[in-house]
């Protein structure tokens, strides 16, 4: 898809003094598609983003907490941001920084890798040091989201599917993917709360051994748990409690099905309303880890309410030292009867 250039912001923000020296200014520049008109909100976003940016950088070379007050930021942007901060700093890994920016429908805008190294504290710390960012606009150019991108495999496959549902329907799915996997990094029970419907059902597989017998050895095998959404968010209350840090990532979606179709996608035949999404999850924590195949079925109402989780299975990858495929009857439509 060719891409234009459009014109770059000139203006330059002073530089900030710090303890440490002198912090350059962020500068950001917007690229559309040649068929997208360019928004006359666009320069706006492209000026706040390199302000967040730039006292991004300040704080985390000054070792010092973010000063919120004045970014153009909404409370919930502005709380996410301060979420990841609190996990570990960060900082912008460019001082001119381009990206292409999606503009949707309503005027809306999103830019979705904006480089980010991350520096924790703590050696052990889980996370890879290089990260993207998601920033998300409304069509005044005002920042209304901040959050952890998927890696790029994983963008990247999930909008190969576009014969599964259309181009804008997969942007959005993507982008509560996002919000989902930056809750779990973050700790937020909250928003992982208000994601999953009250009756969600949670299937869980464990790898567990088997007994001994005269005929027959111990052997590996996966063991499922149900839960439901009180008993989930509770195991995952004390989870929080028990780990200093927590780094979730989603590295690939599945590989299309024999009939062509994307099988790490799938919008139901049935109910036209609920969408199956297949991962591939790695958590790791300070005391856990493990990498497995996440199932989830999302409803997105007719109403144009949020969307709701009904459906969370999580099996292990490899049983032992064998790497299975994810089980169908548990990680598809199809084995919901949708």
Known sequence: ????????????????????????????????????????????????????????????????????????????????????????????????????????????????????????????????????????????????????????????????????????????????IERFRTAYNQKDLQTIENMFSDDALIITGKVVMSRPSEMQPAKAKVEYTKQNKQQYISNLRRAFARNKWIDVKFTQIGDDNQNGGCAGITRSRIDPTKYGVRLRQEWKSSNYSDEGYLFLLWEFPKDGSSPIIHVRTWQPEKVGGMTQKPDDNISTLEGFDL
């Open 1 to 176: 898809m060719k891409i234009r250039m459009i014109c770059i912001l000139s203006a330059l923000f002073s530089l900030l003094l710090t303890g440490n020296g002198r912090c350059a200014a962020v500068t950001v520049t917007l690229l559309t598609d040649e068929t997208t008109e360019r928004p006359a909100a666009i320069a706006m976003a492209e000026r706040n983003l390199g302000v967040v940016l730039t006292e991004i950088n300040r704080a985390q070379k000054a070792k010092t907490i973010l000063t919120t007050r004045g970014l153009p930021m909404d409370d919930f942007s502005l709380k996410s941001l301060v979420r990841l901060w609190a996990v570990t700093p960060f900082y912008c890994d460019d001082e001119e920084v381009v990206d292409r920016a999606w503009v949707f429908k309503d005027g809306s805008m999103m830019v979705s890798h904006i480089p980010l190294i991350i520096t924790p504290e703590d050696e052990g710390f889980g996370m890879g040091n290089y990260q993207e960012a998601v920033v998300e606009f409304d069509a005044q150019g005002n920042i209304t989201d901040f959050r952890l991108a998927l890696d790029a495999q994983t963008s990247e496959s999930m909008e190969r599917c576009g014969s599964v549902v259309e181009k804008e329907q997969q942007m959005i799915i993507l982008q509560y």
